[in-house]
Nanobody, 123 residues
Framework: QVRLVESGGGLVQAGGSLKLSCAAS????????MGWFRQAPGKEREFVAA????????YYADSVKGRFTISRDNGKNTVYLQMNSLKPEDTAVYYC????????????????WGQGTQVTVSS
């Protein structure tokens, strides 16, 4: 069974950047779409970005479009989320997940999930 582990979170000032990584083990993700989600305190988990199996197609939530970039390295079984121009409202736990049906925004369309990595943006 695939295991996903996120890393790269931390504390950053508004306007700064972070790059998150999601490493897969115990199974391949190369033939699957992958997604990033986030959950802020007291809020529901929300879609952030998704990428198709070969990296040729990406999709973003309006709130991060133009600031975040999702990418993948199938040779390393790893997916990335480059986050630039961070805002305090980006503060959340960020999760990566393996997609079941291609590029989707619904949580139910993803199966394996990582444990999350905390991103905190100070103003």
């Amino acid at each position: 069974q695939v295991r996903l582990v996120e890393s790269g979170g931390g504390l950053v000032q508004a306007g700064g950047s972070l790059k998150l990584s999601c490493a897969a083990s115990g199974g391949l993700v190369v033939t699957y779409a992958m997604g990033w989600f986030r959950q802020a305190p007291g809020k529901e988990r929300e879609f952030v970005a998704a990428i198709n199996w070969n990296g040729g197609i990406t999709y973003y939530a309006d709130s991060v479009k133009g600031r975040f970039t999702i990418s993948r390295d199938n040779g390393k079984n790893t997916v990335y989320l480059q986050m630039n121009s961070l805002k305090p409202e980006d503060t959340a736990v960020y999760y990566c997940a393996r997609g079941l049906k291609g590029l989707r925004v619904a949580i139910d369309d993803y199966d394996a999930w990582g444990q999350g990595t905390q991103v905190t943006v100070s103003s």
